[in-house]
């Protein structure tokens, strides 16, 4: 079983900046992709961004320029940096780990989830 544990949310004027943190623990041998999704009130969850473990990196275009994701590979953690926050950001964001456990079996994980509100 893999665990994700998410920290940085919180509530920032527009302009502002967050950090958000993922860590990942469990019976874990790879982890391919992580990433961020994020789902707003009365919204599907959307993809935010995600890296694979060679750092190649995809985004969702709204936040294309403002939002730069990153992982450590040796410390099973992804990180998602937002820059130039703006209301529309506002959501309860999950992040997402798929590789192969311990016994050679996949997993696709989720976080609990993190709420970030962006004020006008």
């Known amino acids: 079983q893999v665990h994700l544990v998410e920290s940085g949310g919180g509530l920032v004027q527009a302009g502002g900046s967050l950090r958000l943190s993922c860590a990942a623990s469990?019976?874990?041998?790879?982890?391919?992709?992580m990433g961020w999704y994020r789902q707003a009130p009365g919204m599907q969850r959307e993809l935010v961004a995600d890296?694979?473990?060679?750092?190649?990196?995809n985004y969702e275009d709204s936040v294309k320029g403002r939002f730069t994701i990153s992982r450590d590979n040796a410390k099973n953690t992804v990180y998602l940096q937002m820059n130039n926050l703006i209301p529309e950001d506002t959501a309860v964001y999950y992040c997402?780990?798929?590789?192969?456990?311990?016994?050679?079996?996949?997993?696709?994980?989720w976080g609990q989830g993190t709420q970030v509100t962006v004020s006008s």
């Open positions: 997402n780990a798929r590789g192969i456990g311990f016994w050679g079996r996949e997993f696709d994980s």
């Open positions: 890296i694979t473990s060679g750092s190649d990196t």
């Open positions: 469990g019976m874990i041998r790879r982890i391919n992709t």
